[in-house]
């Protein structure tokens, strides 16, 4: 039997599984490799720390979905390729045979890019490992009589929503006062997005009490503070890392086409540029047409990889995709509020919270959470 294999549960191959429950792949075998049997919807993520939502119920299933799909699953990370020999090393030493290659293993924490974080501040990314560390901070945060002053490196939309989850959860459980600082190289947060936008959000944050120190690129977090370029150090009872994407070291290190970031380049047909026979997709790729590295051009790649691994399976060509140009952002404000971003315009409001509630609900349903398929297996809220 051949052997495809997926590396990674991330949000294109989501679709990919759902592709293969719906229609098995003849004469090939397919493995899917991933280091937890669950995939936190990041999405959702701000929603479970704001108490929203159960952690379970912003979670795919991954090993119920891959039984459906009749994938094996690999529970263990991938650690490097020998594309040459066609295999897969995994963290559990295992060796994976391939003919056909699917990356979706998503960005990592750019800790190597800020000296001490890795020692004093809270990654957000591997998001489990932010899951499984929130409870205690909370904790903390809940216990300090005099208040807590949390630093948030990194002011893309994940940072945002989690530190505006952060306030609203202290406000309503009627913590001690949470003081947070948004700290970013940027004048404005939210790089990337149009400036009324970016305006508008930072009135959000100051109108909740979160500072914003921008126009400030900090240079190493130690014990305690952090510190800058120029100006004064910022003292904290605890980090978060929220700074963009990095990519993975193993791609560029088994010889795979990577650009200047490492990351990985791919044609239009979501094939790597040096080795057709591996594909990518995700914040992993780099995209022919480069996009922002977001959830959305993850999600809206799956089917388009679905159907081209199918066709390089069975002999047929791939086609060729063009993302769409602009994406919808919805953002979560801490309480049930969010903001709807597209291009230059924004909406506030409780219907923004109930509209992107309902779409990341229906996408976690799509796929099986970890609420339906792991009832007896609670984690904390
Ligand atoms: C708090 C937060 C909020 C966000 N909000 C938004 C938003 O509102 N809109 C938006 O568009 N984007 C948002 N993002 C960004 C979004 O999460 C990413 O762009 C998206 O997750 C990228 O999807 P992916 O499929 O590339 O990777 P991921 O979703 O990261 O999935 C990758 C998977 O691969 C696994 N993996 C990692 N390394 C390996 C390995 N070596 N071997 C095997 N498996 C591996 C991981 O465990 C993970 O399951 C947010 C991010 C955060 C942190």
Redesign the pocket.
């Known amino acids: 039997m051949k052997q495809l294999v997926l590396?990674?549960?991330?949000?294109?191959?989501?679709a990919v599984l759902a592709d293969l429950a719906a229609r098995p792949l003849t004469g090939w075998q397919v493995t899917l490799?991933?280091?937890?049997r669950r995939?936190?919807?990041?999405?959702m993520?701000?929603g479970w720390v704001a108490g929203h939502y159960a952690l379970d119920q912003c979670a795919i299933a991954?090993d119920a979905l891959a039984a459906r799909a009749g994938v094996r699953l690999q529970t263990?990370?991938?650690?490097g390729l020998d594309l040459a020999g066609q295999t897969v090393d995994?963290?559990d030493g295992t060796r994976l045979p391939f003919d056909r290659l699917s990356i979706?293993?998503?960005?990592?924490a750019a800790v190597q890019q800020m000296p001490g974080a890795a020692d004093h501040a809270l990654c957000?990314?591997?998001?489990?490992g932010?899951a499984a560390a929130w409870p205690a901070l909370a904790a903390r945060m809940a216990a300090q009589p005099g208040g807590f002053d949390l630093a948030v490196l990194g002011t893309?939309?994940?940072?945002i929503?989690?530190a505006l989850a952060m306030h609203h959860r202290a406000l309503a459980a009627g913590w001690p006062p949470l003081r947070i600082t948004l700290v970013g190289a940027d004048a404005l947060p939210l790089a990337g997005f149009a400036d009324g936008v970016r305006q508008r959000l930072t009135q959000q944050l100051r109108a909740r009490g979160i500072a914003w120190r921008g126009g400030q690129r900090a240079r190493a977090v130690e014990a305690g503070r952090l510190l800058f370029d120029q100006g004064a150090p910022l003292p904290f009872d605890a980090c978060l890392l929220?700074t963009g994407?990095a990519a993975?070291a193993?791609p560029r290190a088994a010889g795979l086409a990577t650009d200047a970031q490492g990351f990985i380049p791919i044609t239009r047909s979501l094939q790597s540029t040096s080795h057709p026979q591996v594909l990518a997709?995700?914040?992993?790729?780099a995209y022919a047409d480069a996009r922002?590295?977001?959830?959305?051009?993850?999600?809206r790649a799956g089917p388009v990889l679905a159907r081209n691994l199918r066709a390089l399976c069975e002999g047929r060509v791939p086609e060729d995709w063009t993302p769409q140009a602009r994406?919808l952002?919805?953002?979560?404000l801490g309480g049930q509020r969010a903001t709807a971003v597209w291009g230059p315009w924004s909406w506030t409001g409780d219907w923004v919270w109930r509209w992107k509630d309902g779409i990341d609900q229906r996408f976690v349903a799509r796929y099986g959470s970890d609420a339906t398929h792991h009832p007896n297996d609670r984690h904390p809220q």
């Open positions: 590396l990674g549960g991330g949000h294109a191959h989501l490799v991933t280091p937890y995939q936190i919807y990041s999405g993520l701000p991954l263990t990370a991938c650690t995994c963290a979706d293993t998503g960005p990592v957000v990314r591997p998001i489990e932010f893309g939309a994940g940072g929503e989690l929220a994407a993975p193993w997709a995700g914040d992993v790729a922002p590295r977001s959830g959305v051009f993850a999600v994406a952002y919805l953002l979560a």
